[in-house]
T-cell receptor
Framework: EDQVTQSPEALRLQEGESSSLNCSYT??????LFWYRQDPGKGPEFLFT???AGEEKEKERLKATLTKKESFLHITAPKPEDSATYLC????????????FGGGTRVLVKP | DAMVIQNPRYQVTQFGKPVTLSCSQT?????MYWYQQKSSQAPKLLFH???????NEADTPDNFQSRRPNTSFCFLDIRSPGLGDTAMYLC????????????FGQGTRLTVV
């Protein structure tokens, strides 16, 4: 069974204080790993897809990296508007279109 | 412009009273999904359609049904809601089988009283 574990569950940062979120996964044949941002009361917003170990993608203050067992989402010099829950999900080759999500990391950036 | 639209945004229903949630998409995507997300938990896939082909998850209760009358619309029917069905229901689409990102709607927050 595919499993995704995110840590920490919650993260409180001062504005400008860089940090990393972890997503550990177990999947039989990875098609892709996805990062989403979810604001309270809203649907997840797509951020990145990573396909193979060593791949990196960046968007503004966010950078996602992938190894064979885990992915990191690095937040560089965060701003209060980066406060959200960040969700990691995996798609296994054998699971068709199904996304298996982790529990998320709630990030709060204080000014 | 919103590409995956869910209605209503908020729904309150009584215990045991059937309820239908709707989802429409302007992306012309082949795949449509329904996820259930309870408070502070990960979204959990209930079922998905690839075109008209319905795929149910093994642990989705029989109480949950879905219809996809055409490419653009998909409905989630809860036949006899229980208090434990209080959750956010998320509709998502993706272009095709095995394609990459899924695009989510804003969700319908369902409260069963």
């Amino acid at each position: 069974e595919d499993q995704v574990t995110q840590s920490p569950e919650a993260l409180r940062l001062q504005e400008g204080e860089s940090s990393s979120l972890n997503c550990s996964y177990t999947v039989s044949g990875l098609r892709g790993l996805f990062w989403y941002r979810q604001d309270p009361g809203k649907g997840p917003e797509f951020l990145f897809t990573l396909y193979s170990a060593g791949e990196e993608k960046e968007k503004e203050r966010l950078k996602a990296t992938l190894t064979k067992k885990e992915s990191f989402l690095h937040i560089t010099a965060p701003k209060p508007e980066d406060s959200a829950t960040y969700l990691c999900a995996v798609q296994a080759i054998a699971a068709g279109n199904k996304l298996t999500f982790g529990g998320g990391t709630r990030v709060l950036v204080k000014p | 412009d919103a590409m995956v639209i869910q209605n209503p945004r908020y729904q309150v229903t009584q215990f045991g009273k059937p309820v239908t949630l709707s989802c429409s998409q302007t992306l012309n995507h082949n795949v449509m999904y329904w996820y259930q997300q309870k408070s502070s938990q990960a979204p959990k896939l209930l079922f998905h359609y690839y075109d008209k082909d319905f795929n149910n998850e093994a642990d989705t209760p029989d109480n949950f049904q879905s219809r996809r009358p055409n490419t653009s619309f998909c409905f989630l029917d809860i036949r006899s809601p229980g208090l434990g069905d209080t959750a956010m229901y998320l509709c998502a689409t993706s272009r095709d089988r095995g394609s990459t990102e899924a695009f989510f709607g804003q969700g319908t927050r369902l409260t069963v009283v």
